[in-house]
């Protein structure tokens, strides 16, 4: 086995056929075909079955495939630390942020990333579940990853600072006669609120509980904009890391009392190289709210 055979196997999967992956990865499809025979035979598996909408892989071969993408990115990581050593950055760093966490703070840390190595290919996604993430981190499939700072935070773990989360009010409501909302007088509102399982509801659940407040829920979206533009519009009131608000809306933002605040952290993975570090360092730089922060580096 080798790890082009990796690399095609996983081409295959992404693109759902041969001739696809072939025309991804710029060779001729018998190749492709070949190695994937190969890398079966080899096996003793079947890796793919085809289906009426193309190839996809068989049970065995989803597991086959996340060992295999661990390996390729494994030696990706290598070829890229070889040549930054030589004075040049590139090769693939793998993101990953938590939803609302770092919204302002990351495009502006990889837009300078991205300007002194433009080599570098930097491929990054959001997450909103905190046990997702975090399983993301300790199975080392991500370089780097911003999150919520948790009682058992993964190793590698860097304090950054902190996320102020504030209260999106709709056009004209009565409390944005206020500089700042007293929690206590969102009693009966109701609430937009996100995934169960993601961190912002971890922390709206926490503050509706420490302040006796009703968790009457109008929706459940996936995005903090698509949060904030629905509060705006009156359907409810809702909770978000003041960084995510969107251009537009700041005037419907007040902050609230008591404060409410949560430390964030950058995971960066175990041997971390020279993209990575850099990405680090430039994060520090960014402005972060100085909230009250766990025992992290």
């Known amino acids: 086995m080798s790890l082009r055979q990796f690399e095609y196997a996983l081409a295959v999967a992404e693109q759902g056929s041969v001739t696809a992956a072939a025309e991804l990865l710029h060779v001729a499809q018998p190749s492709v075909s070949q190695q994937i025979r190969g890398l079966e035979r080899d096996l003793g598996v079947q890796l793919f079955e085809r289906t009426p909408t193309g190839l996809v892989p068989t049970t065995v071969g989803r597991a086959f495939l996340r060992e295999a993408e661990i390996a390729v990115r494994a030696s990706r990581r290598a070829r890229a630390t070889a040549r930054a050593g030589a004075g040049e950055l590139e090769g693939e760093l793998v993101v990953a942020a938590q939803m609302g966490f770092g919204t302002?703070?990351?495009?502006?840390?990889?837009?300078?990333?991205?300007?002194?190595?433009?080599?570098?290919?930097?491929?990054?996604?959001?997450?909103?579940?905190?046990?997702?993430?975090?399983?993301?981190?300790?199975?080392?499939?991500?370089?780097?990853?911003?999150?919520?700072?948790?009682?058992?935070?993964?190793?590698?773990?860097?304090?950054?600072?902190?996320?102020e989360f504030v209260v999106v009010l709709g056009e004209g409501h009565r409390l944005l006669a206020a500089d700042r909302v007293e929690l206590g007088e969102l009693e009966g509102e109701p609430w937009i609120r996100f995934d169960r399982d993601s961190a912002l509801d971890g922390v709206l659940l926490a503050v509706l509980r420490d302040n006796e407040l009703t968790p009457a829920t109008a929706a459940r979206v996936s995005q903090t904009a698509t949060a904030v533009r629905w509060a705006a519009h009156g359907l409810g009131v809702t909770l978000v890391p003041g960084s995510a608000v969107p251009h537009g809306y700041e005037h419907l933002v007040r902050p609230v009392s008591p404060a409410v605040s949560q430390p964030v952290i950058a995971v960066v993975r175990a041997g971390a190289g020279p993209a990575e570090t850099a990405l680090l360092d430039l994060l520090r730089q960014e402005t972060w709210h100085a909230a009250a922060l766990s025992p992290v580096p």
């Open 104 to 163: 302002r703070q990351l495009p502006g840390a990889l837009g300078a990333l991205r300007r002194r190595f433009p080599r570098l290919e930097v491929t990054v996604f959001e997450e909103p579940s905190s046990a997702e993430l975090d399983r993301l981190c300790r199975k080392g499939v991500l370089d780097l990853a911003l999150m919520a700072a948790c009682e058992r935070p993964p190793a590698g773990a860097h304090r950054l600072g902190g996320e």
